[in-house]
């Protein structure tokens, strides 16, 4: 390890210690499977240490934005890969990533199917502003777009939740 890198590493490791269940937490809500969001964070990490201690290893400003934001492409291109949709499984909702007790099985499913029928853009901020835990303003650096933007689609996007649940178009499960 040489001294350009080491600083990056040294960081990229405390981002792993104090983020990791939030980016495990936000891939499990877009993968749906406890042990793909484990591979898919293991892919990401892997892929962002060979891209700082490389041949020509780049010096990334934002380390957490640049993961979270490699991360959220990591999970869009395993969708994609996947012929079909896959449902989560009630038994596996609750323990997917070790969430609240406060929440009911029911209330992740609900949502889950909710956030399906959003466009992909406020889905995504919801995810990152409830799941991941995120701010506004990381959530804004993540997904490289205007503060004003990211808080927009977060409050049109929880509006069509709510108008969707109001309108009972979900039964309850």
Known sequence: MDQKTEPQLTQLAELMQTEC??????ACCRLGDREEARDAL??????????????????????KSYFFRTLANHCIDRLQSR???TLISLDDVSDVADM??????KDYARVTMVLATLPD???EVIRLRIYAEKSFVEIAA???LPLSTVKSRFIYGLK???????RNEFLPI
């Open 21 to 26: 269940s939030n980016m495990l937490r936000y």
């Open 83 to 85: 012929a079909k949709t």
């Open 142 to 144: 993540i997904l490289a």
């Open 42 to 63: 293991q892919d990401v990490y892997l892929s962002v240490h060979s891209q700082i201690c490389g041949d020509h290893g780049i010096r990334i400003l934002d380390l």
């Open 100 to 105: 609240p007790n406060e929440y009911t099985e």
């Open 121 to 123: 853009e406020q889905a």
């Open 160 to 166: 069509k939740m709510r108008m969707k649940i109001d």
